[in-house]
């Protein structure tokens, strides 16, 4: 089975720009949560869907949103994008769910995107 | 205020040596704690996962431990490799342990030399 799959793996934009970032979880799993990896720092949290809704929210601007399709795949998407946005983005999928659709399992990442902003 | 606080920040052993990681969280209420390793430019790997009931767990020559009541957590390398060398992130779950409830670290950075 394939793990979780982020595309694309690296990318420059410049200040300003728009970027997508894509992301395919685990078959079966229904969560899917992104984070964004400064270097040398851990894992800050930004979103967490769930069935397509939104189940938390992490302290970022509103610049950033995302979404979850259908098929449990998600976007990502950062407008306006700042010097500081500059990170590897990481996505999680979650296959346990316990009542309240919180996910309390085993979270699988997938390998990242990493985006350079000049 | 939520934290996990991870030590050293880096460490540098020989292979065939063993390490002990350490990490104390203020994480009120507690849920779960969690052990990943990282390896440069890719995604966490899970470790361990403990609940509040346990106090210690292994997944090969990796080790962790729990004490809830002094709010820390060891992670210990029996016999290191090569391959060991990667960052090592504890996380604390709190609100029942929900996956959007994650508290980071900022990871041990460990390089294990031949």
């Known amino acids: 089975d394939a793990g979780v799959t982020q595309s694309p793996t690296h990318l420059i934009k410049t200040r300003g720009q728009h970027v997508t970032l894509r992301c395919s979880p685990i078959?079966?799993?229904?969560?899917v949560s992104w984070y964004q990896q400064v270097l040398g720092q851990g894992p800050q949290f930004i979103f967490q869907?769930?069935?397509?809704?939104?189940?938390g929210r992490g302290n970022f601007p509103d610049r950033f949103s995302a979404r979850q399709f259908p098929n449990y795949s998600s976007e990502l998407n950062v407008n306006a994008l700042l010097l500081g946005d500059s990170a590897l983005y990481l996505c999680a999928s979650s296959g346990t769910r316990l009542a309240g659709g919180f996910n309390t399992g085993e979270l699988f990442f997938g390998e990242g995107s990493r985006l350079t902003v000049l | 205020k939520n934290q996990v606080e991870q030590s050293p920040q880096s460490l540098i052993i020989l292979e065939g040596k063993n390490c002990t990681l350490q990490c104390n969280y203020t994480v009120s209420p507690f849920s779960n704690l969690r052990w990943y390793k990282q390896d440069t430019g890719r995604g966490p790997v899970s470790l361990t996962i403990m609940t509040f009931s346990e106090n210690t767990k292994s997944n090969g020559r990796y080790t962790a431990t729990l004490d809830a009541d002094t709010k820390q957590s060891s992670l210990h390398i029996t016999a290191s490799q090569l391959s060991d060398s990667a960052s090592y992130i504890c996380v604390v779950g709190t609100a029942g342990g929900a996956t959007n409830k994650l508290i980071f670290g900022t990871g041990t950075l460990l390089a294990v030399q031949p």
């Open positions: 078959s079966g799993h229904k969560s």
């Open positions: 869907y769930y069935e397509k809704e939104e189940r």
